[in-house]
């Protein structure tokens, strides 16, 4: 009893000015602390902030990117063959035509087509293995994660012998996470101009790697870079004063051809790209790919050893 009543003497002594001084400290120390527990958050905050990629020349948040590629391919997906003609002067049939030679599928080949869009690879491959080697059990995937490109592809096969045969499917899937696609299931891997549109190129390549077999081949036809300073010149000239009115006049859509006049400048380039095929585990032959009409597109290639 001794000691509350010690402290209950005490109290009378402690004035209200030193209370108000002690009311005030504490008052400090809160507001202190609260400002330094919004300062950490802001910092959280920032910390957490998006990260971001490119979208043609512009800077976008990685979430939105898929988005805004997918608008592109929707609205230009009824013009995108006629568009391919006009921009490459039919010069892209020859660099499909020389990558399906190139990949020399043998009978039996079962193919993977990612990003295979309106279907020009996925018809070469089949076409290819039926007047080469008069074989009808070669089977091919085409895959794409816009509904509306794979509807136009869809529509063509449904012209053709392989309509409903079980040499061609066609399934809507995202390149960077092919959730359906079981593992060391397919003898090649193709992706023609598709690459430079995905977010994570690394990603893509990881999946390319894990559905092959062992002896599984990767190969990507895209956009490269011109080493020669003439015909770049000539190359960048073309793409980016031409190409965009053609965009305009055939499909009615000149910033989606802006775009992707952009998208081909921010991909890597060869060697850079190959070293990105080969980080991933994929064995490259000699320097890992081959350079068509001076660099203007290029065939990537890797074993999956």
């Keep these: 009893m001794l000691i509350p009543i010690g402290i209950g003497l005490l109290r009378p002594l402690i004035s209200s000015k030193s209370r108000l001084t002690y009311s005030g400290i504490f008052r400090g120390f809160a507001s202190s602390t609260s400002q330094r527990t919004s300062d950490r958050q802001s910092i ?17 948040p990685e979430s939105m990117k ?3 590629v997918g608008q592109v391919f929707t609205n230009v997906a009824s013009k995108y063959d006629v568009m391919n003609d006009a921009m490459s002067l039919g010069i892209h049939r020859l660099w499909k035509d020389y990558f399906i030679r190139t990949m ?14 309106t279907g020009d690879i996925a018809m070469g491959f089949l076409n290819y293995c039926k007047e080469i080697h008069g074989d009808t059990s070669a089977q091919v995937t ?3 994660i816009n509904p509306k490109m794979l509807d136009v592809g869809r529509e063509r096969f449904n012209k053709t012998p392989y309509n409903q045969t079980s040499q061609i499917q066609f399934e809507i899937g995202n390149a960077e ?5 079981s593992s060391n299931s397919f003898d090649v891997y ?12 690394d990603r893509v390549l990881s999946e390319a790697y894990r559905v092959l077999r062992p002896g599984g081949r990767f190969m990507c036809l895209e956009f490269g870079k011109v080493q020669n300073p003439i015909i770049s010149s000539i190359y960048n000239l073309y793409s980016f004063q031409i190409i965009p ?5 055939i499909a009615a859509d000149r910033d989606s051809y802006q775009y992707l006049v952009e998208s081909i400048q921010r991909f890597p380039s060869q060697d850079k790209f190959t070293e990105m095929i080969k980080d991933t ?25």
Aim: proline share 2%; with cysteine.
């Design 44 to 60: 959280k905050k920032d910390d957490e902030k998006e990260a971001e990629t490119n979208f043609g020349f512009k800077y976008v």
């Design 66 to 68: 898929e988005k805004l």
């Design 104 to 117: 020399a599928p043998g009978p039996g080949t079962k193919l993977l087509d990612v990003a295979g869009g």
């Design 142 to 144: 085409l895959l794409d």
């Design 177 to 181: 996470n092919l959730s359906t696609i």
């Design 190 to 201: 193709t992706i023609a101009f598709g690459i430079r549109n995905c977010t994570h190129i």
């Design 245 to 249: 009115v053609l965009g305009q006049v």
């Design 281 to 305: 585990g994929f064995t490259v032959i000699d320097k890992g790919w081959e350079d068509l009409t001076f660099g203007i597109s290029a065939i990537h290639s890797g074993f999956k050893l």
